[in-house]
Each structure stands twice: as C-alpha cells, then as structure tokens.
C-alpha cells in the first residue's frame, strides 16, 4: 500500500510530522512547485525563488536520506498549478492509497485540505504541526475566559513552559521583559556587522532565471541572490549572528539607518519560518551566549521574546480569530493602497528608504514595518486587507499565520484592539529620534503644518481628529484626544484643510 506524504514550502524540516513513523519503502513524498501558490499574492520574485530553490535542496536532501522523492517542478509541461492539482495527479501517478500531510499554516489551504479525503477519495491524515511551542489546544486554554489577549503574559508562560532564562520559577535578572533597554537610536558610526552571504549554486541559479522568466511583473530584485537555501546554510547565518551582532541586538533592536537595511537583526526569520531553523534550538543556543557572558541579557531576552512570545502568540490569534479576521477593518479604512508601496517613488525618505530595501531584500525589520509604512498607513486611512496583502507578497518571512495578525491587529488597530492595547499612531518625531531619515527628507520633521510639514504629523493629528469619539475614553489614548480637544479651533481646521488636501494628492507624497 503506497503512502503518498506532501510537504508544503514551508515544511522543510526532517523533524516534521507527516514524516513521522513513514517507511522509506512504502513512502512516495512529493513536494510540487505550484502557480496558485507563487501567485495567490503577487509574491517578491527574491520570495518565491528562495522557497522553490530551498524545496529543491530539501527534496535533493530526502533522496540522499533514502526517501523516494517526487518533486514536481514550475515548468514540468503536466503541472496542473494548483497543490490539489499536483496531489490528484501523484496519487493516480503512484497508485496511493495513503495520503499524509502536516497541517498548513493558512485557513486557506486548511480549508482546502480538510475537503481532500472526500474529493480524492482516499484516506487522508493531517498531523499537527510541533514545530511550534505552544500547540492550538495550548493556546486556546490560555485564551480562554481572558478579558485582554496580552502577549506578555502569554509569553511568561511559554519561559515557564520551556525553561528559558528562568531561575526556578522567577525570570533570570528579577523581570521577564528588558524591552525598556532596547530602545536605542543607532548612529552611522558604529561598526555594522553584515548577515552572512551565500553563493548562489547551480540549482539557486537555475530557479533565479526561471523566476525571472516566468514573472517578469512581479514586485522585487532578484539581483545579487544571498540568502541561505539549506539548513547547513541557514545555521551559519544563524551562528553568524550570534558571533557578530547578537550583543547588540537588544541596544538597536528599534533603530533604522540609512544604507544599513540589517543592522544588528538576525535576518533568519525566512529560513525559521520554512523550516530550515528550529525555534526552541535557537533559543536554546541563544541563551548559552548569555551564560557564557558573550552577549548581554537585554539582547537576550529580547530574541528569545521574539521566537517563544511574539512568534507563538500571534500564530495562536491567527488560528482562533478564524478566517474572517483577514477582513476586520475596526476603524473602516477604505484608502487604496498607495503605488509608492510599490514603486518607492515617494519623497518622504523613511517610508522611500522601507521599500527600497523591501525591493532590493525582500526584508525590513519589525520598526521598519510596524512604524514606517504600518504607521503611514494607518494615519492615511489604508485599507487593511490591501496592507495585508502587501506585507504577504513583499516579505520573504511572510506566510499568512504570522504577517496577517501582525498587520491586522498590532499594524492597523483593524481588530479593534484584540491585540494591540493601542493604535501604533506616531508623528514623524518617533522617526527622527530612531532614525537619521528625517536629515535627508524632502520635508522637514519640525513643521506641523504648511507645505513642508513631515505628512506624518498632519496624519496624525488627522488621525486622532477622525476617531475621536472611539478613542476619547481609551486609557492610553484619551490624553491626545484631549491634547486636540483642546488645541485651538483655527490650528484644528487648518490641520484638517491640509490633511485633506494631502491625502487627495497622496500619489504625489
Ligand atoms: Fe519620514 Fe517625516 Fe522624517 Fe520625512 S520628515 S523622513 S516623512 S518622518
């Protein structure tokens, strides 16, 4: 009886379940390079070759460990396109009687999966996925009954859960978040460690020129390909960063330079994500360089907070708010998203310098996403679920359980304030301080109005002008909306006159 195993672009890992208890001699696994997949969202063309190309080094691994491996090409003349498609196919072609599968990381392709064993026929087991911490029963027990969803007390459940930085049952250093340390602005001099390169093999190559050819359109560079596509490279990288920049990680965690698209970040979440990484080993290895004195608890932390907080609280929202939560639009934003996302034709330096980079790596960091072209949406009033689809399609590390929440709820206040305790509303004064943008920007940071004014102080105050009302008893917000209750009715109508005409000339920012 042949067991047929799909694994999915983001399962390249020989720990994943579906393999799980499989024999060798009965087993067909099939990994399948799909259309429907690689255009769902218009994906970075920099994205899509770096999956295909690490799928084919994976699918190169399995033969080497004795696996039977049908791996199904972007331009085998049979591709159906579509991942159903492809199983339908390798079910028929192999005679399979068995079809395995660890669960997907969307409700698109759940909901998808959950229909194979009544349209093909066959039985068919989808296995959970524990390359995750916190398992959804975990989470959702956690949720339950609870008033807010913080992340931070979730996230002193999983130190418990694993042990990490924890000394017994208190926090190593007396407190579980270090996050007030991190807040530093960076300056051009100091020394920038870069995250290590990798030349691109004959099998990276020929995926670059088929992604050349077969989307020319798409959004992104495909020049100069660095990215690790193995787990041996992945590693690397990984151990890079811990040598050069994870001591100071934490310091300049939130800051943002000119030219310098990594800084101290890690620029491993693309290969964590499909795989190639393990989170708790990560973390593990991370908190040995604390204990050895090699990198300081601030930075530590900080990471650690990042893969068993951050990373498992929203994949934990994303799977209990349902299907529907990609659609939330709490504060009824309705703007198109505007062409400069693409393009990066804009005279507005910061939000310029996000998507170049985006462009150039198919990577920004986290302030980057949240406080530059998050924040700008958010005061422009941009429609959340065009966001959303911008930050799957340009971002290497984004697959839907991750990107949607982090854009949704934490980006855009879109959930209405399931996840973020407040909306990431900021004028340009937050990025002046982090970042030297603001010296090099067609507009000038210090002027609040007038045709120089930075666009993100007269959002601003547009913003808080518009959702006053939602916003006059919200704890954390009712001291602005105060601030503009009270600010001077002419200053008020000429701020709302020159938002309004900003945002009808918005293209031309
Ligand atoms: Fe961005 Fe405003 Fe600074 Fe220009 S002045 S870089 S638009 S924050």
Redesign the pocket.
């Known amino acids: 009886m042949t067991r047929l195993i799909l694994l999915l672009g983001d399962q390249l890992s020989p720990s994943i379940s579906a393999l799980d208890g499989a024999d060798p001699a009965d087993t067909v696994i099939l990994i399948a390079e799909v259309l429907g997949e690689a255009t769902y969202v218009p994906h970075h063309r920099r994205k899509i070759a770096f999956l295909f190309s690490a799928m084919r080094h994976f699918a190169e691994e399995l033969r080497e460990a004795g696996w039977r491996v049908d791996y199904v090409t972007l331009d085998d003349p049979g591709n159906s396109g579509s991942l159903a498609g492809e199983v339908e196919r390798a079910i028929v072609r192999h005679r399979a009687q068995l079809l395995t599968v660890t669960e997907a990381g969307e409700w698109r392709l759940k909901q998808e999966m959950d229909g194979w064993q009544h349209r093909f026929g066959i039985s068919v087991t989808i296995l959970p996925d524990p390359r995750f911490i916190a398992s959804h029963e975990e989470f959702a027990t956690w949720a339950e009954g609870r008033k807010s969803l913080r992340m931070e007390y979730f996230y002193r459940e999983m130190r418990r859960k694993t042990g990490l930085l924890m000394r017994g049952d208190e926090p190593e250093g007396g407190q579980w978040n270090f996050d007030a340390d991190n807040r530093k602005p960076a300056s051009a001099d100091l020394f920038m460690p870069r995250p290590l390169r990798h030349a691109p093999d004959t099998i990276t190559q020929e995926v670059v020129a088929l992604v050349a050819a077969r989307f020319p359109d798409n959004f992104g560079s495909l020049d100069d390909f660095w990215y690790a596509v193995t787990a041996e490279q992945a590693e690397a990288s990984f151990r890079h960063f811990l040598k050069v920049a994870l001591p100071r990680f934490g310091d300049f965690q939130d800051a943002m330079l000119k030219g310098e698209p990594f800084l101290y970040h890690a620029v491993v979440s693309a290969y964590l994500n499909c795989g190639l990484l393990d989170p708790l080993a990560m973390c593990r290895a991370v908190e040995v360089e604390y204990h050895a004195g090699r990198a300081p608890l601030n930075a530590v932390e900080g990471f650690i907070r990042q893969i068993i907080g951050w990373r498992e609280y929203v994949r934990g929202i994303y799977w209990r708010e349902g299907p529907d939560y990609a659609h939330r639009n709490a504060l009824d934003a309705r703007r198109p998203l505007p062409g400069f996302y693409w393009s990066a034709k ?8 996000a998507v170049e980079q985006t462009r150039d790596h198919a990577y920004a960091h986290h302030i980057q996403r949240l406080m ?1 072209t998050g924040t ?1 949406a958010l005061l422009a009033g941009v429609d959340p679920h065009e966001l959303h689809q911008w930050y799957l399609a340009v971002y290497i590390d984004a697959y839907e359980w991750v990107e949607l929440p982090n854009t949704v709820g934490m980006s855009q206040y879109a959930d209405g304030g399931l996840l973020a305790s407040k909306p990431y509303a900021a ?6 301080r982090m ?1 030297d ?9 210090s ?1 609040k109005t007038g045709a120089k004014a ?4 007269l959002l601003y105050w547009d913003f808080i002008a518009r959702h006053g009302d939602r916003f006059r008893k919200h704890p954390r917000m009712a001291q602005m909306v105060r601030t503009w209750d009270r600010m001077d009715e002419r200053k008020q109508a000429i701020i709302r006159a020159e938002s309004a005409a900003l945002l009808d000339r918005i293209e031309t ?1």
């Open positions: 804009t005279r507005m330096a910061c939000v310029r310098a530059v700008f004028s340009g004064a937050y990025i002046d970042s943008y603001c010296g090099s920007c067609a507009y000038s940071v002027a930075c666009p993100f102080n920012l």
